[in-house]
């Protein structure tokens, strides 16, 4: 029996991508509205309520309204916006969180897709909050680097517009959010087990896709003295079952660029990489992964996959 899945902003960046996702699936009906209907609420309504599972692809009021919008009790959704990412009533969308949120995301009708950035930070840092190995009340830092993508179609026109690019000097990476206003902090906090948010930095550069998130820890700081090989050791461990998330060997120099980290190799996957370096008092722990893929419409197909009774992986791999 096929399922009706509708992408309430099929026109946007993530909505595209889940598109291409869903197109190569034989057993799911897409609907679809006529762009111009777009931000009617009586057509929208219509195709919310006939829809078996709707991904939430919109600006956070509009993503709020949409679901205001629904009476069919058996709507399921999937929300890609920053909307209720402290709502109680919905679930977070990051499978490998910990051993039960799996059936936890199985079992929801509501279920919200971690932000980017968020993804590289909480699955670094969750497993030595929960170990006890990172403090509750850790002075954590953490800076990503991201492609335009990211910051969708407007973003998008921008950077690729080469007038625009050379008038605004784009080419040079660009830190931005630097009074910590940045949309994706509360879940990090939340999330990764810790008492305060990070003092977390965000920079932009001229590449389309591809997301590196680093964060360094100093042993001096932590509730036990371990080296970086033992931090290693706990993340491998526990993620060792996980299809999706893949702690890459200690001795990674052979992953390098003649010594030089690669940001864009989970490019077009699912995947996210994590890279454990340092020594001494310096740990630092980097994740890489496509900000459109693991970052975005990949952790949504495969949250969808878990709600309506697909393998996990299905489409992903």
């Not at 830092?141 to 007038?163: F, M, N, T």
Request: glycine fraction near 8%; charged fraction near 20%; hydrophobic fraction near 40%.
């Amino acid at each position: 029996m096929s399922r009706i899945v509708f992408v309430d902003g099929q026109e946007g960046t993530t909505g595209l991508k889940i598109n291409d996702y869903l197109a190569k699936r034989s057993e799911i009906e897409i609907l679809r509205i006529d762009p111009a209907a777009r931000k009617d609420p009586v057509v929208r309504g219509k195709l919310l309520n006939e829809a078996d599972l709707v991904f939430l692809c919109l600006p956070d009021n509009a993503a709020k309204e949409s679901v205001s919008l629904v009476r069919n009790p058996r709507t399921k959704f999937i929300n890609t916006s920053s909307a209720f990412r402290t709502d109680k009533d919905w679930v977070y969308g990051l499978p490998e969180l910990h051993p039960a949120q799996r059936d936890l995301i199985r079992g929801a009708s509501r279920v919200f897709v971690p932000g980017c950035h968020a993804t590289g930070f909480i699955l670094s840092i969750r497993p030595l909050t929960e170990q006890g190995i990172v403090p509750e009340d850790y002075p954590a830092v953490c800076h990503s680097i991201s492609g335009y993508s990211g910051g969708g179609r407007a973003k998008i026109g921008l950077y690729e517009d080469p007038a625009v690019n050379r008038e605004k000097h784009l080419h040079i990476p660009r830190h931005y959010a630097l009074h910590q206003p940045h949309k994706h902090l509360p879940e990090m906090q939340f999330y990764s087990g810790l008492a305060f948010k990070p003092l977390f930095t965000p920079v932009i550069a001229d590449y389309a896709q591809g997301l590196v998130m680093s964060v360094p820890l100093l042993n001096r700081n932590l509730n036990r003295s371990v080296s970086a090989k033992e931090v290693h050791n706990v993340l491998s461990y526990y993620y060792d079952s996980e299809s999706f998330v893949r702690v890459m060997p200690f001795d990674s120099e052979a992953y390098l660029d003649e010594g030089y980290f690669k940001i864009a190799e989970c490019n077009g996957t699912n995947r996210i990489e994590i890279f454990v370096f340092g020594q001494g008092d310096h740990i630092h722990i980097l994740s890489r992964y496509d900000n459109l893929g693991k970052g975005a419409s990949g952790a949504a197909i495969q949250n969808m996959n878990l709600m309506l009774g697909f393998d996990e992986a299905y489409g992903l791999i």
